[in-house]
C-alpha cells in the first residue's frame, strides 16, 4: 500500500527511529511502511496520522489506493 509517511516525515524533520517512538512501533516497522511492503493496522494509521496532523485517509493515499485495488480487480 502506498502511503505518504516518508514525505510527511521529511517534511516534519523527523527520522524513522523518532517517528517509530511516537507512534509506538519499531524503525524498522516504519522503514517497511515507507518501502510499501507492510500495510499499517487501523490503529497504528490513526497515530500517524495524529503525529502528522492529517486523516488516515490522506496519510494512507486511500484514494489512489483504491482506485488501483479496483483496476486490479477490474483485470481478473
Known sequence: M??????????????QQQLAA?????????????KGHYSPS????YRMAEVFETTVEELCCLRENRELEDQAYENL
Open 2 to 15: 502506498k502511503t505518504k509517511v516518508r514525505e510527511l516525515r521529511y517534511q516534519r524533520g523527523i527520522t
Open 22 to 34: 511516537l507512534v509506538h512501533v519499531s524503525a524498522r516497522t516504519i522503514i517497511s511502511i515507507e
Open 42 to 45: 487501523l490503529m497504528l494509521a
